[in-house]
């Protein structure tokens, strides 16, 4: 019975961590769609509404009730942090970089949860793992290179960016312990509202902004609320409560692959050789770093505490 329930979880939390990363690939062009709409502030909150909403209508359904008090310190951080701070400086930055160097500067984001993941959670830094994430990150240069257009960047989108990666970072080692206390739709939905609130001084911009805005706009920030936040963030706590923050940090270097392959469908922008090339880095180092030893041995921490355990 044991070995069923682990051979699930080992089918479970990776399939949850892919939901995520074609959700959030995807919200990079919903992004691009609803900012001509909105400013970063306004769309930030009206997409953690929308969140808000979904993940509350869900959370009253399954009864799950309030997290337990040692829980709440993890999700306060990581919701001003990552669904707050975050969302708001990307949007921004967004909005003064091209694309390519946006994607660029925020995969620092992996990295600085590898590091974070050591020193603060003790997570293990396998050689598979550092080996992969090398290659996607060289992957991720590739694509931002061969996106970037000349001109397009600027001193303070860089920043923004870089904050963003920084604000990723800290929310994910911050969402980390609270999942040994409490459900990933817990964590998520108090999470989402914490940023909601804490972007509450944009409400007379967002109410402004929707009553003008075109109608494709809004539906893009809600599909961004229901989509990406709501159900991506909920797959990810899955998934992060059952692995090492390095190595989901890891796996969202398969983002910028699948942002060239949804723009070339979507928006009809043919992504060039090298483009492509550096797709193919990114996706073959998330391989690499999910991959485990020929001994089949492999070392998981849960809630922040190192644990033992043998995989098959």
Known sequence: MMNVI???????????AAVSVLLWASAFVS???????????????????AGVIALGVIWAVRREGLPPRSAWRGILLSG??????????????????DAGTAALVVNVGPLLIA???????????????????????????????????????SVLGVLLCLLAAVAYAFG???????LGQASALQ??????????????PFAGQLAHEVAHAPVPATLNMVYLGVFP???????????????????????????PALVVLMSWLTLGEVPGVLTLAGGVLCLAGVAVSRSRARDGRTTRVAAGQPRPEKVS
């Open 6 to 16: 682990r051979n699930r979880a080992h089918i479970l939390a990776p399939a949850a």
């Open 31 to 49: 992004i691009r769609s609803a900012g001509q709409a909105y400013s970063p502030g306004a769309l930030a909150l009206g997409r953690l509404a």
């Open 80 to 97: 001003l942090l990552w669904f707050g701070l975050y969302m708001v400086v990307l949007n921004w930055g967004e909005q003064q970089v």
């Open 115 to 153: 590091l974070l993941g050591s020193r603060l959670l003790g997570d293990p830094m396998p050689p598979r793992l550092l080996a992969g994430m090398a290659v996607s990150f060289a992957g991720a240069v590739t694509v931002g290179l061969s996106m970037s257009g000349g001109g397009g960047s």
């Open 172 to 178: 994910v080692v911050a969402q980390k312990p609270a």
């Open 187 to 200: 964590v998520t939905t108090f999470g989402c509202l914490v940023g909601a609130v804490g972007c509450l």
């Open 229 to 255: 936040t709501a159900l991506a963030f909920t797959t990810w706590a899955y998934a992060l409560a059952r692995t090492t923050a390095s190595r989901m940090g890891a796996t969202t270097y398969a983002v």
